[in-house]
Every structure is written in structure tokens, then in C-alpha cells.
């Protein structure tokens, strides 16, 4: 998998720590307008000591040049020097009150990257004008860097090569306009490769250019997730085989059938040349059909090996009736020893969907049995499949039976796994039907017939084929 | 008595490439050969008293072989039939071999088997034709009996001599003498021995 962006939103945690360490410098601890906005402005400090310096200064100017003490320049100089006596402590008051104010926010953004590094989240910031790039510790930390300053490009040179284009756009994307992106992308690891994921805060309306966000390690949630995929792809894949071993009868007949015709021609052939009958247009002929022959069971083994080959889930356009057609090929036998009766109705139109042919042929094997299971009184029954067109526009697929039908109280909990009503079912079928409808961004749902018995659905995208 | 008519191979399977092989391998024996397509198609064409046997797929689309054997089993002229089968199903298997087939051979078969087969198939056909056509000239010859010479025949079978009979039928004992002449002549045997045969195998005939 490629580094991908994600459309999900960004959690409203890293946001709120995007925004305030948006307003960061590199150290962490200088500040940036918002904490000098936050405190006092310094100017009103300073205009306050130099006012009062000029007071205390034109006060003594006054007692000096006077020849005697007035009452009246007595009370002048000591209205100033009081003044100015005030104004000094008030600024040294303010100038304290500031320290503690500055000393307070260094305090949160020290606690918050404490935090953001407990909770292994790199915080980093960009501006765009001065290509200037810096990051906490722990973001050094987890793109395994020295310097907490650099350029874009050094920070992308830590990343996969294929996703370092994608990492730049998005930044500069960011600088230019606002909103939050996300992006995964790989790291080159010794013995492998990381996985990061970036949360990118654009640039805000008074700050354009910079930009600022977080970066989490998500390498053990990847491979969480690929163990997972990995896992039902082998519940699949042993679904499968199961399901063959049911078909084993009738996969056996289809192989039999051209070894049947092979092994008859070839000891004609044997008799005929024994018995000097030579007519070389009958031999030709015999030959040609053996190879044919021969071919076709070569045919059936492909076919049955890619059956039982865990393959790779392989996205391709293909027709929703040529899967029924070539399915119903597969169950035809052993349906006419269950004695169920299988008929297709279909339109003689394309049906065309994106799918992997061996998982959906799967699907409507499942389908298919279930359906024979459900009538596996003896008596046996009918299985009418049908394919059309609905809203959406979507091919749909319909397996009806006239079986026993579906009880109200497994109805809701239908495709959940271990989920049987069958004596020796193990109850996967359908759980695994529904996964392999959603992997094909499909929907699946059954209901009760009328009458008798039960039919399934299912709903596949219909896919717009160039002419 | 109307010379026999050449045995036929009536092969039926829904696979043309099988059928067209199984019929090359059926005529490179010597064996003359007729194929169907479909189990319809052959029960439509299909003539009793043409001597031979039926080599049938079990596994066919429209109708299953038992099916078929079933219809063909319907006739008072059974034909002998082998069944070919690609899936080894015991329950078909001995379905079919209830019903009256003579073989159950897997796919692939080999020629030996097959041929073999054929054979036994054909010489149990000939002599269900040989003995059906034997009861059918006995009883032709018994139909010609008078019924009162029916009776005589019912009595010297069990053994009665002409008094008793006579006795039993309040007839004199030289008119019982000349019925059982007649009897003996138009079954065209010489000994009550002979004709006591006769009279078993009409009676299990009878039965069938």
C-alpha cells in the first residue's frame, strides 16, 4: 500500500495542540506574539520608568536652582518625586507580573509537550517564507533526527522516497489554505519500513505560511491491520476450500469428462493401428480431439487452482452473468444429485462490476448451497437465480429457493459468523458472503419469500465501461 | 424365423466429446455404434426389438441415467444397460444397480473394461431375446390348443393317467386318448417329460 490520505477528520485533541504550538519557535520556549499579547506590552513599562525619570529629574532641577525652599516648589518637587517614586514601583510591579505571566506559559508549553511526548505525538511547525522547519523531541525522536531545525527537504529525506512528493504537496497545499490534512506515509527502517501518521494544520488567516502539526508512529496499528486482513483472508481462502470439498464430486465429473474422451481416443487410435485399419482423416480427427481435450481438463485444473490458491484480492472488470454462468457450470452435478433443481434468469445485457472473479464466484457458491442446504429434506427443490439492473445503478444478484425459509429470530444476526442453523454447519458462509460484498463496496440482505423459502441479495456497483 | 438383426451399441451421453470418442472406440472393435446426445432424443428414437445394449452417462443434464433406465425399464423388452459415471456416488450406484443395470463402470474407462462389458451386455441380450422368443413360439403353439385340449395338457402335466383324466372330465378314455395326442402333437413334443418343461416355462413366463 501506498502512503494514502485519509479523509478522516483529525482528532479534535491534535488540533487544539496543533493550534497552540502553532505559535511556537523551534526552542519551544522563546515566544512568539501570542504570549507577549497574552502579558503586558513592554513599551507601556518603559514609557512608565522614563516618564517617572523625567519627573524625579526636573524635580531636583527645580530644588537646585532655587536659592531658597519655597512652599510652593517644596510641595512641586515632592508631588514629583512622589510621582515618580509611583510610577517606578508600578513598573517594577508590572515588569514582575509579566515575568510570572511568561513564566506561567513556558510552564504550559513545557506540560503540553511533556504530554504530547508521553503520548509519543511529534509536534512540528513550518514557515513557509523562511523554509524554516523545527520539531519537539519527540518528534526528532520519531523521525530519528539530530537537528531540531531544518529545511522541508531534510525532514522529507526520512521518508520513503515515493511519498516524499506527496508530503511536500500537501505542505505547501497547507501553507496556502486552511483546513486540516492527513497523511500516511512509509519511513525506511532498518529490517523494514515505518509507517507515520502526519496531521497537517493549514495556515491560519493572520498567519499565512505557517504551518504546523503533529506526527504519530503508526507502524504496530498497520501492522494490526495487515495481520487482520491477513487473517480473514485466510478464513476466505479456507472457506473456500471447504466449499470445494463439497463440490469435489461434481469438480471430479468435470475433470473426468476429457479424460474420459482422451483415454476412449487414444485406444481406438491403438486398435486401429494395430489392426492396420489406417484412414489418416479419422486419425487427424482423433488426434485433434485429444488434443482439444486434453486442453479442456488442463482448463479445469486452472480453474480449480485458482480456487484453492490464497491469491491476492484481484480488482478487475468482469460481467456478473459470466460468473453465474461459469458457477452454475461448477454446482451443475452435484445439484442434480441433491436433486435440486437450479435455473438462471438473467438479462442477455452486461452486468459490468469491479471484483476479484474467484471471491464473488465464492459468494454465489455460498449462496447456491445455502440455498440446496435449506431444502435438504430429500425432496429436494428449485434455486432460481436471477441478475438485473436496480437503482444506483447497481447489478443485482437474487438466489431464491423454496427451502424452509429463514426463522425470525436468526433473521437479524444473519450474517454474523458462527451463526447456524444447519446441523453441521459451522455457520461462516454467510459472514464470510457479506465480508466479500463489502470488500466490493456491496450491500447483501435476505428476506422471506411470499410463499416458501427464502432469497438473498446482493448489490454490486455498476461500473461505467469505456466504449 | 426372421434372421437377427446386427447388434447395437446404443451409447448416450451429453458430452460430444466424449460420445464421439466412446463411439470411435466401440466401432475400432467392431461393434456397430448409435449415439444420442440426449436421453429424449434416444428414448424418441428407441426400438425394442432391435437387439443390443445401452452404454448411458449417469450424470446427464435434462434427465438423469436413472431416469432414463427407469423409462427403458418400462418396456416389456428390457435392454441391458451399463452405466458410465464421472462421480464415484455409492448411493447412485446401487440405485442403478437395483433398478437392473448390468454394469457401473467409472470414467475414465478403460477399453478392456468397456469392451468387456459390451460383450457381456450384448450375450445377456441374446439370450433374453433367445429365451423371450422361445416362450413366444410355446405360447403360440399353446394358443393353438382347443380349450378342452388345454385342460388335457393341465391334467397330463400333473401326471394323470388317460382314465383319470376321462374320469375327471366325464369324457370316455379313448376321446382323453386322442386329445392327449393332439396335445403332444401341437406342442410338438414326444414325452410328458418334455412337455411338463414346457408348461413351467410358460408358467413362469406367465408370472413375468
Known amino acids: ?467 | 424365423m426372421i434372421p437377427a438383426e446386427a447388434p447395437q451399441i446404443f451409447v448416450v451421453d451429453d458430452d460430444p466429446s466424449v460420445l464421439t470418442a466412446l463411439k470411435r472406440l466401440l466401432n475400432s472393435a467392431g461393434f456397430s455404434t448409435r449415439t444420442f446426445l440426449s436421453p429424449l432424443d434416444f428414448l424418441s428414437a428407441h426400438d425394442p426389438d432391435v437387439p443390443g445394449c445401452a452404454v448411458i452417462d449417469v450424470g446427464m443434464d435434462k434427465m438423469s441415467g436413472i431416469v432414463l433406465q427407469e423409462r427403458l425399464m418400462l418396456g416389456a423388452q428390457p435392454r441391458p444397460i451399463i452405466f458410465l459415471t464421472g462421480c464415484d456416488d455409492v448411493r447412485v450406484s446401487v440405485q442403478a444397480m437395483k433398478a437392473g443395470a448390468l454394469d457401473y463402470l467409472s470414467k475414465p474407462v478403460s477399453d478392456q473394461a468397456l469392451l468387456a462389458a459390451v460383450e457381456h451386455a450384448l450375450d445377456e441380450d441374446r439370450k433374453a431375446r433367445a429365451t423371450r422368443q422361445e416362450v413366444e413360439e410355446l405360447r403360440r403353439r399353446h394358443d393353438s390348443l382347443t380349450l378342452r385340449e388345454r385342460e388335457v395338457m393341465a391334467q397330463i402335466v400333473r401326471g394323470r393317467l388317460n382314465k383319470q383324466i376321462a374320469f375327471d372330465l366325464g369324457i370316455v378314455e379313448k376321446t382323453a386318448k386322442v386329445h392327449r395326442g393332439r396335445v403332444m402333437e401341437k406342442m410338438q413334443v414326444r414325452s410328458v417329460a418334455a412337455l411338463v418343461r414346457i408348461a413351467e416355462k410358460l408358467e413362469q413366463a406367465g408370472e413375468k
Open chain 1, 1 to 467: 500500500m501506498r502512503g494514502l490520505e485519509k479523509g478522516s477528520p483529525v482528532s479534535p485533541s491534535a488540533k487544539a495542540l496543533n493550534s497552540v504550538f502553532a505559535h511556537l519557535s523551534p526552542e519551544g520556549l522563546t515566544f512568539s506574539p501570542l504570549f507577549a499579547r497574552a502579558g503586558l506590552p513592554r513599551s507601556l513599562i518603559v514609557s512608565l520608568l522614563v516618564t517617572a525619570v523625567l519627573l524625579c529629574l526636573f524635580a531636583l532641577g527645580e530644588i537646585f536652582k532655587s536659592e531658597g525652599l519655597s512652599a510652593y516648589r517644596d510641595s512641586v518637587a515632592i508631588l514629583l518625586t512622589g510621582s515618580a517614586a509611583v510610577m517606578t514601583l508600578s513598573a517594577a510591579q508590572l515588569a514582575r507580573l509579566n515575568r510570572e505571566r511568561e513564566k506561567l506559559a513556558r510552564q504550559s508549553v513545557q506540560h503540553i509537550t511533556e504530554a504530547a511526548r508521553n503520548a509519543r505525538l511529534g509536534l512540528w511547525g513550518w514557515t513557509a517564507a523562511k523554509d524554516r522547519f523545527w520539531g519537539s523531541s519527540a518528534f526528532l525522536e520519531i523521525m530519528n533526527l539530530q537537528e531540531s531545525e531544518g529545511r522541508l527537504e531534510d525532514i522529507a529525506a526520512h521518508l520513503h522516497p515515493e511519498d516524499r512528493n506527496k508530503f511536500f504537496g500537501l505542505i505547501r497545499e497547507a501553507a496556502q489554505e486552511r483546513g486540516d490534512r492527513q497523511y500516511e506515509c512509509r519511513q525506511p527502517r532498518e529490517g523494514g519500513v515505518g509507517w507515520l501518521r502526519f496531521n497537517i494544520s493549514g495556515a491560519s488567516e493572520t498567519e499565512e505560511g505557517q504551518v504546523s502539526g503533529s506526527v504519530m508512529d503508526i507502524t504496530a496499528q498497520h501492522e494490526a491491520q495487515a495481520e487482520a486482513a491477513n487473517l480473514r483472508h485466510s478464513l476466505t481462502h479456507l472457506t473456500r476450500v471447504g466449499l470445494l470439498g463439497q463440490l469435489g464430486g461434481a469438480l471430479a465429473h468435470e475433470l473426468k469428462q476429457p479424460l474420459t474422451a482422451i483415454l476412449s481416443n487414444a485406444q481406438a487410435l491403438q486398435r486401429l493401428v494395430e489392426h492396420d485399419k489406417l484412414d489418416m482423416t479419422e486419425i487427424r480427427a482423433v488426434i485433434r480431439d485429444i488434443v482439444q481435450d486434453d486442453t479442456r481438463a488442463a482448463a479445469v485444473i486452472q480453474h480449480l487452482r485458482s480456487l484453492l490458491k490464497p491469491g491476492e484480492f484481484h480488482s478487475q472488470v468482469l460481467d456478473l452473468n459470466d460468473i453465474v454462468r461459469e458457477t452454475l457450470e461448477l454446482v451443475h452435478n452435484e445439484m442434480i444429485t441433491r436433486r435440486v433443481a437450479v435455473s438462471c434468469a438473467s438479462d442477455d445485457g452486461r452486468l459490468p462490476v469491479m471484483g476479484d472473479p474467484i471471491q464473488l464466484q465464492q459468494l454465489l457458491l455460498n449462496l447456491i448451497f445455502n440455498a440446496a442446504d435449506a431444502m435438504s429434506g430429500g425432496k429436494g427443490g428449485m434455486v432460481l437465480i436471477t441478475t438485473d439492473q436496480i437503482e444506483g445503478p447497481c447489478a443485482h444478484l437474487a438466489v431464491t429457493d423454496t427451502g424452509e425459509g429463514i426463522e425470525a429470530d436468526v433473521m437479524d444476526r444473519l450474517f454474523e459468523p458462527f451463526i447456524s442453523t444447519k446441523t453441521q454447519g459451522v455457520g461462516l458462509g454467510l459472514s464470510i458472503s457479506r465480508a466479500i460484498v463489502l470488500s466490493h463496496k456491496g450491500r447483501i440482505w435476505a428476506q422471506n419469500n411470499p410463499g416458501r423459502g427464502a432469497t438473498f441479495h446482493v448489490a454490486l456497483p455498476l461500473i461505467q465501461e469505456k466504449p
